[in-house]
C-alpha cells in the first residue's frame, strides 16, 4: 500500500493461525485460521476504491468469543457466528473538495456450521456512508465518521485512517 493511515493503491494480505490447547496452559484445545486481503485502486485522481474479503474458521471446541463472525459496519459484532464465517467489503472514497471526502461502502458476509452450508444460513447484507477529513496532508492521515446499516441494525463508527486498519 502507498500509506499505512489511508492509502490510495496497493494491496495487503495475511493469513494467521492460532493453535490453543491444555497442554500450553489453554482451557479447551480449539485452532482457528484467518485470512484478509484487502486492495485499493485509484480509479481517477480524486476517487479511489476499496475491496476487502476475508475468510475465518475456528476447529475444535472454540469458545464463544473465538468463534468466526460476520464482520461488516453496520453488522454487530458476534452476531452472525459458525465454524465458517465470510465477507467482502466494497469501498469508495471521493474526495470532493480540498480535504473532504465522501465514502460510500457495501457488503455480504456468511456464517456456517460447514463449507458447505455457506448462503443456506446466517448470510447479511450492509452497508453506509461516511465522511472523512484530511488531517496530516504529509502523513496522508484521514479522519471521519461512518453510518452503517444492515438489515436488523444501524452503526456510527468514528474512523481513524482506512476502516479496515492494518499495521
Known amino acids: 500500500r502507498d500509506n499505512i493511515f489511508t ?5 495487503f494480505a495475511e493469513l494467521t493461525a492460532t ?15 484467518d485470512m484478509v486481503g484487502i486492495h485499493y485502486v485509484p480509479l481517477q485522481d480524486n ?3 476499496g475491496v476487502r474479503g476475508d475468510v475465518n474458521m475456528s476447529f475444535g471446541d472454540a469458545p464463544f468469543y473465538a468463534v468466526p463472525y460476520v464482520a461488516l459496519r453496520g453488522v454487530p459484532a458476534l452476531r452472525y457466528q ?3 464465517a465470510t465477507s467482502v467489503e466494497a469501498e469508495l472514497r ?18 456456517a456450521k460447514s463449507w458447505g452450508d455457506i448462503g443456506s ?20 492521515l484521514h479522519m471521519g465518521v461512518d ?18 486498519m492494518r499495521p
Open 7 to 11: 492509502p490510495n493503491q496497493g494491496s
Open 19 to 33: 493453535f490453543h490447547d491444555p497442554l500450553f496452559g489453554a482451557s479447551s484445545a480449539h485452532q482457528r485460521v
Open 47 to 49: 476517487l479511489v476504491l
Open 82 to 84: 459458525g465454524k465458517v
Open 94 to 111: 471521493w474526495r470532493f473538495w480540498k480535504r473532504f471526502s465522501l465514502i460510500a461502502f457495501g457488503g455480504i458476509g456468511a456464517a
Open 121 to 140: 444460513d446466517d448470510v447479511i447484507l450492509a452497508g453506509g456512508l461516511g465522511f472523512r477529513y484530511e488531517l496530516a496532508r504529509r502523513y496522508g
Open 147 to 164: 453510518v452503517g446499516f444492515s438489515e436488523e441494525d444501524t452503526a456510527v463508527y468514528i474512523t481513524f485512517g482506512s476502516a479496515w
